[in-house]
């Protein structure tokens, strides 16, 4: 109510025009490849993507391991490699899956993982299994 006293409409704070929005399939919502102005790059809504479609029908372990490709695509141009990740969050539809994807996780990181949180979810866009959300040092 005071925000349209002032004159603001919804639409006026809803996002800012200056905010990277993320490459790739259609499903562009709020979802940022980098936000802030840091050492650190935050990385949101990665999907499992294969030349701009979601690869829904892959298993949750290849679907995301095509996350961590595109992970790893982010690291190389900044430069970095896995063992500057410092965090990620991994969206999951099927937390029975949990124990496929810990190994590709594993193998991925080696002994460098970084920290995790796994979320257990009802639905991620375009019927993904997995969606990755992570932070890097590009200090």
Known sequence: MENQQRGESRLDRVS???RK????AEFVGA???????SDLVFLEGLLPERDGEV???????RQLEICLQT???????????????????VYL????AYEEIND?????????????TTVGVCELLGGAAVTVDGVIAIE
Do not use: I, N
Not at 55 to 61: C, K
């Open 71 to 89: 992970l790893e695509a982010e690291l190389d141009r900044y430069g970095k490699d896995p063992a500057d990740v410092l965090q990620l969050t």
């Open 55 to 61: 690869a829904r029908r892959e298993p949750p372990s």
């Open 104 to 116: 590709t996780y594993e193998q991925f990181f080696g002994t460098t993982c970084p920290a995790r």
């Open 16 to 18: 800012e025009s200056s």
């Open 93 to 96: 539809t099927d937390m029975d």
């Open 21 to 24: 929005q993320r490459d790739g």
């Open 31 to 37: 979802f940022g490849k980098k936000t802030g102005s």
